[in-house]
């Protein structure tokens, strides 16, 4: 059974950095096609992806939000931590940690969510 | 970046209707479109992969269909819990892209 969830500090102030992590269980980060991401939604709106790391070690980001992140893995504890500077209340979101669904031409779907995390940023 | 259009942005139905909701890529995506359903509150729900894939424990009344640019997800004979919000992404390169999502709400 695989579960996710998103630990966070739910309120951060303007340029400060915020630091989520992600535990999870239910599979391994080491085996061969597992991935985990991170996607965020800010109130009332839609879904945005946001990075993610793949069991070689493979990580990809968002182009608009690459200079301000950085996603890792620790497979000895089952987390993902992903880490965004300078904070903006626009950065207010909810921040969803995702599992990566392996099967034949499902790319990088998503098929285990996480509850989601909220983060306001606001002085 | 590629980006995902989605129409309508809310629909209004009733139970037992039949819904279709489509989706355009603006460049080609091949096969590597997805739909996540997602209640108010709750994390998005799978529905279909690629393309037209059917996830796990997803009622048969869920469809998907199309290639390239142009995709469209089917409900047949609506339900009370199909009514949420729906998600197409696109997975064929990053930045992985989310459409603006169709609100499906009850008439």
């Known amino acids: 059974q695989i579960t996710l969830k998103e630990s966070g500090p739910g309120l951060v102030k303007p340029a400060q950095t915020l630091t989520l992590t992600c535990n999870y269980s239910g599979f391994s980060l080491s085996s061969s096609g597992v991935g985990v991401g991170w996607i965020r939604q800010p109130p009332g709106k839609a879904l945005e992806w946001l990075a993610y790391i793949n069991w070689d070690g493979d990580r990809r980001y968002s182009p608009s939000l690459k200079s301000r992140l950085t996603i890792t893995k620790d497979t000895s504890k089952n987390q993902v931590v992903l880490t965004m500077t300078n904070m903006d209340p626009v950065d207010t979101a909810t921040y969803y940690c995702?599992?990566?669904?392996?099967?034949?031409?499902?790319?990088?779907?998503?098929?285990?969510w996480g509850q989601g995390t909220l983060v306001t940023v606001s002085s | 970046d590629i980006q995902m259009t989605q129409s309508p942005s809310s629909l209004s139905a009733s139970v037992g209707d039949r819904v279709t909701i489509t989706c355009r890529a603006s460049q080609s995506v091949g096969t590597y479109l997805h739909w996540y359903l997602q209640r108010p509150g709750t994390a998005p729900k799978l529905l279909i992969y690629?393309?037209?894939s059917l996830q796990s424990g997803v009622p048969s009344r869920f469809s998907g269909s199309g290639s390239g640019t142009d995709f469209t997800l089917t409900i047949n004979s609506l339900q009370p819990e199909d009514f949420a919000t729906y998600y197409c992404?696109?997975?064929?390169?990053?930045?992985?892209?989310f459409g603006g999502g169709t609100k499906v709400e009850i008439k």
């Open positions: 992404q696109q997975t064929y390169s990053t930045p992985l892209t």
């Open positions: 690629a393309a037209s």
């Open positions: 995702a599992h990566r669904l392996i099967s034949t031409g499902s790319g990088w779907a998503i098929d285990y």
